[in-house]
């Protein structure tokens, strides 16, 4: 899974103004089936018009709505069949979870937001396939390519802090203005609090598909492994590819262990074995495949 809230990009270049660009160029695939949190089949124009309305108290060269884009992998779409209903439901959650990484105590009802899922992906000029030469840019990238498109507004849900703020739940002048992309993390003073840590927020977004849809993510799947094979020293690089092999054995391990358990247990109801036979077998299938494994992960590096 990959969470991103990208800075620059088509449509980005005037977040300062109307968020019109941004739906006109994600309207490319399909035209509207926009949703939000509560709604399904939002028009485009009614998007534009929602988040163009949702501001106050911002200058006039302050960003305006910001986008996030999740990407699963092509692993996670095939364990749930890229459903539609499933990914928006997963959108909802993952907006929750960028409400309380502000650490203000939202919620995803107190964000302006709307979301569309597109299906296609074309190469760029960051794809390592067009850099050498074997892809063109704009080719269409091959195997299941879903991903959801969220523009959010900086400003929290103006309609819901007007009826809380009537109804005496706040007492604060102002509503919240929400930077995914500010410096501010977890701060407890000074002129902003709270901030957005988005290390912090892939992984929470990454648990949250998990913890939705029973995923069982192997290591070299998690925000953490890719991270710190990019950032981490070489020493920790090490530990956690000696981590993933061995991940990677009991994975192929466990199934012929069952496998085996099965065929004792069949046995176990005629003869009553000890049980210390089962363990010598799955002790035997680790002896045979781990060093086969091993030669074969370092070969690959």
Same mark, same amino acid.
């Given at each position: ?184 993390? *977890?701060? &407890?003073?000074?002129?902003? +609090?709270?901030?957005? =840590?988005?290390?912090?927020?892939? $992984?929470? #977004?990454?648990? /949250? ?58 046995? *176990?109801? &005629?003869?009553?074995?000890? +049980?210390?036979?089962? =363990?010598?077998?799955?002790?035997? $299938?680790? #002896?045979?495949? /781990? ?11």
């Amino acid at each position: 899974m990959v969470a991103k809230i990208p800075s620059s990009g088509p449509g980005l270049g005037q977040r300062s103004g109307s968020c019109g660009g941004l739906v006109a160029y994600l309207e490319k695939e399909v035209q509207g089936h926009w949703f939000s949190l509560d709604r399904e089949d939002v028009p485009a124009a009614e998007v534009v018009a929602t988040l163009d309305r949702n501001k106050r108290n911002l200058n006039r060269d302050a960003d305006k709505y910001y986008q996030v884009v999740l990407a699963p992998s092509q692993a996670e779409l095939r364990h749930i069949d890229s459903d539609p209903e499933k990914l928006r439901a997963y959108t909802r959650a993952a907006m929750e979870e960028y409400a309380a990484n502000f650490g203000k105590g939202i919620e995803g009802k107190d964000l302006m937001y709307f979301a569309k899922v597109e299906h296609e992906r074309t190469t760029g000029p960051k794809d390592r396939a067009v850099q050498v030469g074997d892809m063109a840019r704009g080719q269409a990238k091959a195997g299941p390519q879903t991903h959801i498109h969220i523009i959010v507004s900086r400003t929290e849900n103006l309609p819901r802090y007007t009826e809380r703020k009537q109804a005496g739940e706040v007492d604060r002048k102002n509503p919240y203005h929400l930077s995914p992309l500010t410096n501010h993390k *977890n701060t &407890e003073r000074g002129v902003v +609090t709270g901030g957005f =840590e988005r290390k912090q927020y892939s $992984e929470r #977004v990454e648990q /949250a598909f998990d913890q939705a849809f029973s995923y069982e993510r192997p290591l070299t799947e998690t925000f953490h492994y890719a991270y710190a094979m990019r950032h981490a020293t070489p020493d920790e690089c090490a530990v956690l590819r000696v981590q993933a092999v061995r991940e990677d054995l009991l994975r192929q391990v466990v199934p012929q262990a069952t496998q085996n358990q099965n065929v004792l247990a069949q046995h *176990n109801a &005629e003869t009553s074995p000890s +049980t210390s036979l089962t =363990e010598q077998i799955i002790k035997q $299938e680790l #002896v045979h495949v /781990a060093p086969k494994q091993e030669r074969s992960k370092g070969m690959k590096r």
